[in-house]
């Protein structure tokens, strides 16, 4: 967290600041592994948060890429959302919020992709070296074979 120091804890209950440490282990105690860690929640906030921002602000439905609207204009929406995610869970890299650092820490992968795939533009050129290309193409191919089921179900 910015400016954060020994005193500041960024997890409370009941009002009362509680050590990373003293949490973990908690966690440890009712779920019996590393499964659940507290980043494990804050990933879980940061792709719900970019879900309902994408909900509450998507400019793009019922438009096509080229006609309607830019790639940049795509890419700039997903930037400032990400940084929106970012600034919200307070992540800061080197005293900034990044969209880069957004995406990589708190926001699911294929949340991340469905923001620029949806809009028509390419994530594997926008998002490489920010998502595993392994990862990426798990992804991609799910939801191409999805795009040709449903193509396939319309044609029939």
Not at 8 to 25: E, N
């Amino acid at each position: 967290l910015k400016c954060r120091d020994d005193e500041d804890h960024v997890w409370r209950f009941g009002g009362k600041p509680i050590s990373h440490t003293d949490l973990v282990s908690h966690m440890r105690e009712i779920f019996g592994d590393d499964e659940v860690s507290p980043h494990k929640f804050r990933h879980a906030r940061g792709t719900a948060l970019a879900l309902r921002l994408r909900e509450k602000t998507w400019p793009f439905a019922g438009k096509q890429l080229g006609l309607d609207y830019s790639k940049a204009e795509v890419v700039s929406y997903f930037q400032k959302t990400m940084l929106e995610v970012g600034a919200l869970l307070g992540h800061f890299n080197g005293g900034e919020v990044t969209w880069r650092t957004a995406v990589i820490n708190y926001v699911d992968p294929e949340v991340a992709i469905d923001f620029l795939y949806d809009a028509g533009v390419n994530p594997q050129v926008e998002l490489a070296g920010v998502i595993a290309e392994k990862t990426m193409t798990d992804i991609l191919d799910a939801k191409r074979q999805d795009d040709s089921e449903n193509d396939d179900q319309l044609d029939g």
